[in-house]
């Protein structure tokens, strides 16, 4: 399927669980298909299916119970060696700070640095005007950039 992949990963992106991110694209998918009488062909079809899968990883996070504070002093026991490379250990920091931030501002980021939208394509997804997508993106990079910093990874 064309957008199956790009519609997991951007479920990926927003809850960092596999399991999660494979019920919402399922979930995705499936009000794709039950609600594809409402789609208007005005917009750009991936738009909208980015949108649904956007309002499904939200609703997911919703229903996550409360996390405990991460212990900065804690073992990761999620790192193998083989996920030692710097490289490897960057892309984990970001995935942390991207946790970090709203998911108003995480939901932006993802779009436009993950799935590679347009902000005007983010902006009609989002159901916002596309300064406010500007905005978002602007503040998700400050917070990310604080959150980096204070983890040493920058």
């Known amino acids: 399927m064309r957008y199956q992949k790009p519609v997991f990963n951007v479920a990926l992106r927003m809850l960092r669980d596999r399991q999660d991110a494979m019920d919402v694209a399922q ?14 062909p005005a917009f750009r079809f991936y738009s ?4 649904i899968a956007i309002n499904e990883s939200l609703n997911a996070l919703a229903q996550r119970k409360p996390r405990e504070q ?19 250990q960057a892309l984990q920091a970001i995935g942390d700070a991207l946790m970090r931030i709203s998911p108003e501002l995480r939901t932006v980021t993802v779009l ?7 902000y005007q394509d983010i902006a009609v997804a989002l159901d916002l005007p596309e300064k406010t997508v500007k905005s ?19």
Request: charged share 30%; aromatic share 8%.
């Open 27 to 40: 979930t995705t998918f499936l009000k794709a298909f039950e609600h594809v009488g409402d789609y208007d």
């Open 48 to 51: 909208w299916l980015y949108r």
């Open 70 to 88: 991460l212990d900065a002093n804690a073992p990761d026991e999620g790192l193998g060696p083989d996920r030692a490379a710097e490289g490897d």
């Open 112 to 118: 436009r640095h993950i799935a590679q939208l347009s």
């Open 136 to 154: 978002r993106l602007h503040s998700a990079r400050e917070r990310l950039r604080e959150h980096l910093l204070r983890s040493g990874a920058i």
